[in-house]
């Protein structure tokens, strides 16, 4: 029996092979929205929000307040305005779900559904979901945010895999898609199994794209290897598996390989956890010129991970 078969018969793992927490309005164009034809588009940023997750040891650190971070953008500190840390906070998720041909194989379909199922379980209230899906030149909204979770199962019920993968035109659509939610954590979460084969946007673009928009992005590859994997010749052996890593790394996400039922229970379990126990931080920008400036996000005390996004694409915080 084949890997996906198996993970089908093993339910008892939390639902989500890529997570995206994002922010409540989109930042600033790249400089040549032209570039990115119809994928670039203007739109004017008020408010930043940094979703940020501290690790303690195996689990997280979840009683830290607004005192414990120092916040710095370019290298200067920036007041932290809003702060949000309560593990039950509802959340705003887009699924989005790869329907390109090779999805039919192996099981992986009737996987991606029950992975989605099992995640509608574990709702809280509050919680909204979207249902988006792709294949070929093409992505669809089958349903748009809803708090109510029969018509997310339906749409899940009807996926049919056709076509090719055309993967980084549907990352840059989830944005537009996003900031329909109406909760402060937001997320994106895409089930895909293979290379980009037709897509028009580039990986760099995509990731420019999700960027801007502040959706760190967690990446669960269903065989798409280890970044560190060689082969003979001593040359990546998974070379997509380094496009996937890196637009997690530089939205302020994480990259896990799959390739059997144990590596997808233990990573599933780490983002599910990640998706519940979040600290937001949020500051408001002022005038100025739209450019991408960095951030980083320090907690006081001894040395913990800290996972956080990199940076935004918009005008100065306020008063700076």
Do not use: C
Not at 66 to 74: G, I, T
Not at 114 to 136: M, N
Not at 231 to 253: C, H, I, M, P, Q
Not at 286 to 303: C, K, M, S
Request: without cysteine; neutral net charge.
């Amino acid at each position: 029996m084949s890997f996906f078969k198996d993970l089908i018969r093993a339910a008892s793992f939390p639902a989500a092979l890529l997570i995206a927490a994002g922010a409540t309005a989109q930042t600033a164009p790249p400089q040549d929205p032209s570039a990115y034809g119809e994928f670039g588009e203007e739109v004017s940023v008020g408010y930043v929000l940094v979703p940020v997750v501290v690790r303690q040891g195996a689990g997280y650190a979840k009683n830290l307040d607004a005192d414990d971070f120092r916040l710095l953008v370019d290298g200067k500190p920036v007041k932290i305005e809003t702060f949000e840390k309560r593990a039950e906070a509802p959340a705003s998720v887009v699924f989005l779900q790869d329907l390109s041909g090779s999805m039919a194989n192996a099981g992986k379909l009737q996987t991606s559904q029950q992975v989605v199922r099992y995640f509608l379980d574990r709702a809280l209230p509050g919680d909204e979901y979207a249902i988006a899906s792709f294949a070929g030149i093409g992505m669809q909204v089958d349903v748009p945010f809803t708090s109510q979770l029969g018509p997310v199962r339906e749409a899940v019920a009807t996926w049919t895999p056709y076509g090719t993968t055309a993967l980084h035109d549907a990352v840059a659509e989830v944005p537009k898609i996003s900031l329909e939610g109406r909760n402060p954590k937001r997320f994106a979460i895409l089930v895909t199994d293979g290379v980009d084969n037709a897509s028009r946007v580039t990986p760099e673009q995509a990731r420019e794209i999700v960027r801007e928009a502040q959706l760190p992005v967690y990446v669960l590859g269903l065989q798409s290897g280890d970044t560190t994997t060689l082969d003979a010749e001593g040359k990546k052996l998974y070379r997509y598996s380094d496009v996937l890593n890196l637009l997690a790394f530089t939205s302020g996400g994480r990259y896990y390989s799959i390739s059997n039922p144990e590596d997808l229970a233990k990573a599933l379990a780490a983002i599910q956890d990640d998706l519940r126990h979040q600290y937001v931080l949020g500051f408001s920008t002022g005038d100025g010129r739209p450019i991408w400036r960095n951030l980083r996000v320090e907690v006081e005390g001894r040395r913990r991970p800290v996972l956080f996004r990199r940076g935004y694409k918009g005008t100065p915080p306020a008063g700076s």
